[in-house]
């Protein structure tokens, strides 16, 4: 059983940076991603990385802004969130692709169907 564990959230001013971190435990994923949700809205992709080749992925509203990486083991994610705005206010969670991935192969990286495993989520707060 996959178990992630997130850490790294807090509150900045817009403008400023934080460096997320989501350490695995319990086995490997092919796809591992960051989701956010803020209060109202639903839970969106933001960023995801294949493992093994470190392709990354993103959503528009992060690009270039965000960055995902992973360790040289591949046990810890890392999300470095750039130039940070008051609407990246939200829970961010870690997710890793589900096991029984192959019933749905054409699943897109930032879609929440292909994950199955999730992190408890760490609050990011931007003032402006």
């Known amino acids: 059983q996959v178990q992630l564990v997130e850490s790294g959230g807090g509150s900045v001013k817009a403008g400023g940076s934080l460096r997320l971190s989501c350490v695995t435990s319990?086995?490997?994923?092919?796809?591992m991603a960051w989701f956010r949700q803020a209060p109202g809205k639903e839970r969106e992709g933001i960023a995801s990385?294949?493992?093994?080749?470190?392709?990354?992925y993103y959503n528009d509203s992060v690009e270039g802004r965000f960055f995902i990486s992973q360790d040289n083991a591949k046990t810890t994610v890392y999300l470095l969130m750039n130039d940070l705005k008051p609407e990246d206010t939200a829970m961010y969670y870690c997710?890793?692709?589900?096991?029984?991935?192959?019933?749905?192969?054409?699943?897109?990286?930032?879609?929440?169907?292909?994950?199955?495993?999730w992190g408890q989520g760490t609050q990011v707060t931007v003032s402006s």
């Open positions: 997710a890793a692709e589900r096991s029984d991935w192959w019933r749905q192969p054409s699943l897109g990286p930032l879609s929440q169907g292909k994950y199955g495993y």
């Open positions: 319990g086995g490997t994923s092919r796809f």
């Open positions: 990385i294949y493992t093994p080749s470190s392709t990354a």
